[in-house]
C-alpha cells in the first residue's frame, strides 16, 4: 500500500528559509535566483520528502529548470 499526502494547493505557500523569515512563494510570481543570477517566474511548486523545489521560467535563457526554494528572493521595486 502506498501512503499520499494530501495535496496542498500549490498557488501559495509559506516557505521557512531561515529562523527569522518566512517567503511567501506563489505559482506565477516573479523571483529572483541566486543560483541563476537572474530573475525568473515560478511555474509550479513541489514538495517532496520535506525539500520544496520549484521549476522556474528564466526568459534570458528562455529555459525552464528545477530550483530549490531556498534560492529564490523576492524582486523588490527598492
Known amino acids: 500500500m502506498v501512503r499520499t499526502e494530501p495535496r496542498m494547493d500549490t498557488n501559495q505557500h509559506e516557505l521557512k528559509h531561515d529562523e527569522k523569515s518566512l517567503v511567501s512563494i506563489g505559482v506565477h510570481s516573479w523571483f529572483y535566483s541566486t543560483v541563476h543570477n537572474s530573475a525568473c ?11 520544496t523545489v520549484c ?10 529548470v528545477r530550483v530549490p526554494s531556498s534560492a529564490l528572493r523576492p524582486l523588490s521595486a527598492d
Request: aromatic share 10%.
Open 41 to 51: 517566474k515560478v511555474i509550479e511548486e513541489q514538495t517532496l520528502w520535506g525539500q
Open 55 to 64: 521549476r522556474v521560467w528564466l526568459p534570458n535563457q528562455d529555459a525552464v
